[in-house]
Antibody, heavy 116, light 107 residues
Framework: QVKLLQSGAALVKPGASVKMSCKAS????????VSWVKQSHGKSLEWIGE????????NFNEKFKGKATLTVDKSTSTAYMELSRLTSEDSAIYYC?????????WGQGVMVTVSS | DIQMTQSPASLSASLGETVTIECLAS??????LAWYQQKPGKSPQLLIY???SLNDGVPSRFSGSGSGTQYSLKINSLQSEDVSIYFC?????????FGGGTKLELK
């Protein structure tokens, strides 16, 4: 069955960066886009961007350009998202998802807390 | 960006009741509308895609309808396990945008 297993929670200082992972299993990793979604304040959802593992092509929400960097490691079927220059506004849960014209499978989420 | 306005923001209903959640897009999204259910402490899960297609394993008491800019999610015969936050999302244009969510509680 399709699974997306994300890395653990992170506590990071303002101004620092954080890199999280999303390991896919149960399907051909290179055939589907991986999208990332931010959930703030326990409710609202924002689409950050997506990456196509086969080619490395990316698309971003303009709001997150310069904030998020998306990469993949095809050898381990793992997608990564790095967030840079963190502020309190980046404290949120971040989900990786599989995209098949909808977000059909979601990881368990990574809670990022930005605090000094 | 396409704005998705979801209503109501919260809803309280009794077991067995029928509830409806609405989603209004700021422009025509040609039925490229999905609904997600997020149970407390869990990740969102896909319920409905293309406005009215039920995802595998989703109970038939859930249904979606709509076209153009107006869409709705209907839950018949509310069950306790339906307590969740529900989100709509448009997949017509980038960036893909979500509604603000509807928190459904039991009365």
């Amino acid at each position: 069955q399709v699974k997306l297993l994300q890395s653990g929670a992170a506590l990071v200082k303002p101004g620092a960066s954080v890199k999280m992972s999303c390991k896919a299993s149960g399907y051909t990793f290179t055939d589907y886009w991986v999208s990332w979604v931010k959930q703030s304040h326990g409710k609202s959802l924002e689409w950050i961007g997506e990456i196509y593992p086969n080619s490395g092509a990316t698309n971003f929400n303009e709001k997150f350009k310069g904030k998020a960097t998306l990469t993949v490691d095809k050898s381990t079927s793992t997608a990564y998202m790095e967030l840079s220059r963190l502020t309190s506004e980046d404290s949120a849960i971040y989900y990786c998802t599989r995209w098949t014209e909808v977000l059909d499978y979601w990881g368990q989420g990574v809670m990022v807390t930005v605090s000094s | 960006d396409i704005q998705m306005t979801q209503s109501p923001a919260s809803l309280s209903a009794s077991l067995g009741e029928t509830v409806t959640i609405e989603c209004l897009a700021s422009e025509d999204i040609y039925s490229n509308l999905a609904w997600y259910q997020q149970k407390p402490g869990k990740s969102p899960q896909l319920l409905i895609y293309y406005a009215n297609s039920l995802n595998d394993g989703v109970p038939s008491r859930f249904s979606g309808s709509g076209s153009g800019t107006q869409y709705s999610l209907k839950i018949n015969s509310l069950q306790s396990e339906d307590v969740s936050i529900y989100f709509c999302q448009q997949n017509y244009d980038s960036p893909r945008t979500f509604g603000g969510g509807t928190k459904l509680e039991l009365k």
